[in-house]
T-cell receptor, first 114, second 108 residues
Framework: SAVISQKPSRDICQRGTSLTIQCQVDSQVTMMFWYRQQPGQSLTLIAT?????????ESGFVIDKFPISRPNLTFSTLTVSNMSPEDSSIYLC???????????FGQGTRLTVV | GQQVMQIPQYQHVQEGEDFTTYCNSS?????IQWYKQRPGGHPVFLIQ?????EVKKQKRLTFQFGEAKKNSSLHITATQTTDVGTYFCAGSGNQFYFGTGTSLTVIP
């Protein structure tokens, strides 16, 4: 199993600003992912954080809006840039979960943009 | 693109009643996983099914994977208040997709 520390757990931000969310894993993992979950909705994959190369973004998500860093196999950050109220959501980091392995999730970051 | 739908979206049951959620994929899946998310919490892995027609049990929970590997179900026998939460299936095909989820409320 993997223990994931994600922070901040919640934040209230002004529109037009940016917030960086951090995800620290207690062991080296190959696959790290960032999801968004609107209240009462399912999880939508934003991107796969690749170590040593640019993140792989899903349709509808772009690097300029959601820049991601993955400096090593235990750490990643997601930045929500130039925020608007539509970005208010829960953001979750996750490790593994592709193929035959289960996914582990951080506790999530509840973001409110005012 | 691949879609994974779940029904029902919401379910309210009296404590002690049974509950079933169904997961349907538009494409064939290599495997399917089930997760539970408590209110205010994050998804927690329950189980993975890989084989066509596979059935697995965890105490009061029974998981099935369809013969065509395009659908799955989770059945809870005699629900308890601790079963409250949203249940997601997640399928691996070309990519890994979470289903739309079923929110379960158990009335004491």
């Amino acid at each position: 199993s993997a223990v994931i520390s994600q922070k901040p757990s919640r934040d209230i931000c002004q529109r037009g600003t940016s917030l960086t969310i951090q995800c620290q894993v207690d062991s080296q993992v190959t696959m790290m992912f960032w999801y968004r979950q609107q209240p009462g909705q399912s999880l939508t994959l934003i991107a796969t954080a690749n170590q040593g190369s640019e993140a792989t973004y899903e349709s509808g998500f772009v690097i300029d809006k959601f820049p991601i860093s993955r400096p090593n196999l235990t750490f990643s950050t997601l930045t929500v840039s130039n925020m608007s109220p539509e970005d208010s959501s829960i953001y979750l980091c996750s490790v593994e979960g592709i193929g035959n392995t289960e996914a582990f999730f951080g506790q999530g970051t509840r973001l409110t943009v005012v | 693109g691949q879609q994974v739908m779940q029904i029902p979206q919401y379910q309210h049951v009296q404590e002690g009643e049974d509950f079933t959620t169904y997961c349907n994929s538009s494409t064939t899946l290599s495997n399917i996983q089930w997760y539970k998310q408590r209110p205010g919490g994050h998804p927690v892995f329950l189980i993975q099914l890989v084989k066509s027609g596979e059935v697995k049990k965890q105490k009061r929970l029974t998981f099935q994977f369809g013969e065509a590997k395009k659908n799955s179900s989770l059945h809870i026998t005699a629900t308890q208040t601790t079963d409250v939460g949203t249940y997601f299936c997640a399928g691996s095909g070309n990519q890994f997709y979470f289903g739309t989820g079923t929110s379960l409320t158990v009335i004491p």
